[in-house]
């Protein structure tokens, strides 16, 4: 149901007004906003309001503020979505990937986690890779990724299964990017969730950061039909660059 312009808050209208002028080329990337008091006379509005439009459109990705220059729209639009089945090293590289490391790429037992996460029976064999994903040398994420075991994957995915025997061991790429270039026509789905929590002690070393730091634990399941084939958890801790997500219905 669409949700009329009355329905919405002010400074959501407001916010909308300076998105679309940036969609449509009025600021183009690279260009600066007119000053607070002559952007809030061009749109009517008061310089309160704007300011905090101009906030929240910050903090979205589409403006940046730089010192002695001002507002800028940002060369980099942000990507919509996480409802989109994207690596997560590109998601949250803002147009430049992270780098992904090889931790561990290893064949394990099911946990509790796989399971429940991609009803993997107990002693199947299911894929296990650890990896950090790292931007200008600084740790930002920790992903931990699961693949269903062979024989689900052979008749679900052949191209996925043959995709990941292949793929180096000590292999630059997550498990999630290996099956999103092997799913040209094939229709994949994916649910997530995303809770607050602490490092740890094993996670923060791994990272480079105190056990108790903040952090924010992103679980994936992606499937082919009603079968899942990956399971995934992603470790961001503060600092981490953002994350874009979108809901919808």
């Given at each position: ?51 905090e ?6 903090e ?38 992270l ?22 029976p ?28 062979d ?19 000590a292999?630059r ?77």
């Open positions: 149901m669409a949700v009329s312009g009355q329905q919405r808050r002010p400074v959501v209208v407001l916010y909308e007004r300076i998105a679309d002028a940036i969609h449509d080329g009025t600021y183009p990337p690279g260009s600066t906003l007119p000053s607070e008091p002559k952007l809030a006379g061009e749109l009517g509005v008061s310089r309160p309001a704007l300011r439009a101009l906030l929240l459109l910050q979205d990705g589409l403006l940046s503020v730089r010192r002695g220059v001002g507002r800028t729209v940002n060369d980099r639009q942000p990507q919509r979505g996480f409802e989109h089945i994207q690596p997560l090293e590109e998601l949250i590289g803002a147009g430049a990937p780098t992904v490391r090889a931790l561990l790429r290893t064949v394990e037992e099911p946990t509790d986690f796989t399971t429940q996460h991609l009803l993997a107990a002693r199947s064999e299911l894929r296990f890779w650890e990896s950090l994903l790292a931007g200008e040398g600084t740790a930002a994420a920790l992903s931990q990724e699961w693949a269903a075991a024989d689900v994957l052979e008749r679900t995915h052949p191209d996925f299964a043959r995709a990941l025997r292949t793929e180096p061991a292999g790429t997550s498990m999630l990017a290996v099956l999103a270039a092997a799913s040209r026509g094939v229709p994949l789905g994916a649910r997530s969730s995303v809770t607050a929590t602490l490092l740890g002690q094993r996670r923060g070393e791994q990272l480079g950061r105190p056990a108790d730091t903040p952090a924010v634990l992103i679980t994936q399941v992606v499937r082919v039909g009603e079968t899942p084939v990956l399971a995934a958890k992603h470790m961001l801790p503060t600092g981490a660059p953002a994350l874009p997500v979108l809901q919808s219905n």
